[in-house]
T-cell receptor, first 112, second 114 residues
Framework: GQNIDQPTEMTATEGAIVQINCTYQTSGFNGLFWYQQHAGEAPTFLSYNVLDGLEEKGRFSSFLSRSKGYSYLLLKELQMKDSASYLCAVRILTGGGNKLTFGTGTQLKVEL | DAGVIQSPRHEVTEMGQEVTLRCKPISGHDYLFWYRQTMMRGLELLIYFNNNVPIDDSGMPEDRFSAKMPNASFSTLKIQPSEPRDSAVYFC????????????FGNGTRLTVT
């Protein structure tokens, strides 16, 4: 089976940097995604890693270590609108295709 | 592109009734997923299709749940009979099979079973 762990909640200050960690244990690993979900809305895609290292997209960066089963999402220059749930998702290669399994999400609250 | 379209947005029904949720994926996408989201359990994968064929339905809670994809542009998730514990937001998502292709989610159907 799969096991994906994230902290339940985090609080940070506007303008600061926050790092949201995700650890996973799975077989058939085929990539890791981060999604953002605002309350009452659908998840939206933020980033993707399949190789070890850092991927940077503007204020958001994501890191992956396959050997450690570890990823983090780094948010810089935090804004109030970044208050949302951040979901780590692992893609697993199965006999019939790829399936995407989500962690339970980290609720980030950005304060003044 | 209109994105993934789900209907209805909200559904309130009584215990024991049949519920049908509908999804139109993004044109050209060959994967379609059904997820259920609750506060307690987060986003749970129920079933996914590749080229209209069900690949993995191990997440379907029990025989009361069934899903079909009769063609590339339409899928349904049916609950019969519905129970209060089925109350959740149900998301449909579609994507390509490419290695770095993300899933695109619909706006979800909020189901309340009383």
């Amino acid at each position: 089976g799969q096991n994906i762990d994230q902290p339940t909640e985090m609080t940070a200050t506007e303008g600061a940097i926050v790092q949201i960690n995700c650890t996973y244990q799975t077989s058939g690993f085929n990539g890791l995604f981060w999604y953002q979900q605002h309350a009452g809305e659908a998840p939206t895609f933020l980033s993707y890693n399949v190789l070890d290292g850092l991927e940077e997209k503007g204020r958001f960066s994501s890191f992956l270590s396959r050997s450690k089963g570890y990823s983090y999402l780094l948010l810089k220059e935090l804004q109030m609108k970044d208050s949302a749930s951040y979901l780590c998702a692992v893609r697993i290669l199965t006999g019939g295709g790829n399936k995407l399994t989500f962690g339970t999400g980290t609720q980030l609250k950005v304060e003044l | 592109d209109a994105g993934v379209i789900q209907s209805p947005r909200h559904e309130v029904t009584e215990m024991g009734q049949e519920v049908t949720l509908r999804c139109k994926p993004i044109s050209g996408h060959d994967y379609l997923f059904w997820y259920r989201q609750t506060m307690m359990r987060g986003l749970e994968l129920l079933i996914y299709f590749n080229n209209n064929v069900p690949i993995d339905d191990s997440g379907m809670p029990e025989d009361r749940f069934s899903a079909k994809m009769p063609n590339a542009s339409f899928s349904t998730l049916k609950i019969q009979p519905s129970e209060p514990r089925d109350s959740a937001v149900y998301f449909c998502a579609s994507g390509h099979g490419g290695y770095n292709s993300p899933l695109h989610f619909g706006n979800g159907t909020r189901l309340t079973v009383t």
